[in-house]
């Protein structure tokens, strides 16, 4: 069974960074495709940014230049970097691994960011 654990969501000024982790098991985590989604009150989930497992990446323009995600195969972990945050990033953030048979998703982690 695939498990995926988020932390390092928060409250932050706008203008600062935080980094998500996501924590992979049950799944041979190198050959996976990651991706991060977020959700904000009302509004559909949306992808935030993707990394495959040649560590190959794409960003919504929403977040280019913003954010970065990356993977530690040895770590089975997949992280966000999110610098100079905007209060419109204000969501919840969710891990997933992107499956033959669609994601795979985590319990989410609140992302706050205060004006």
């Known amino acids: 069974q695939v498990q995926l654990v988020e932390s390092g969501g928060g409250l932050v000024q706008a203008g600062g960074s935080l980094r998500l982790s996501c924590v992979v098991s049950g799944t041979i985590f190198n050959v996976n495709k990651m991706a991060w989604y977020r959700q904000a009150p009302g509004k559909q989930r949306e992808l935030v940014a993707v990394i495959t497992s040649l560590h190959t990446t794409n960003y919504a323009d929403s977040v280019k230049g913003r954010f970065t995600i990356s993977r530690d195969n040895a770590k089975n972990t997949v992280y966000l970097q999110m610098n100079s945050l905007k209060p419109e990033d204000t969501a919840v953030y969710y891990c997933?691994?992107?499956?033959?048979?669609?994601?795979?998703w985590g319990q989410g982690t609140q992302v706050t960011v205060s004006s």
């Open positions: 997933a691994v992107l499956g033959s048979n669609g994601p795979t």
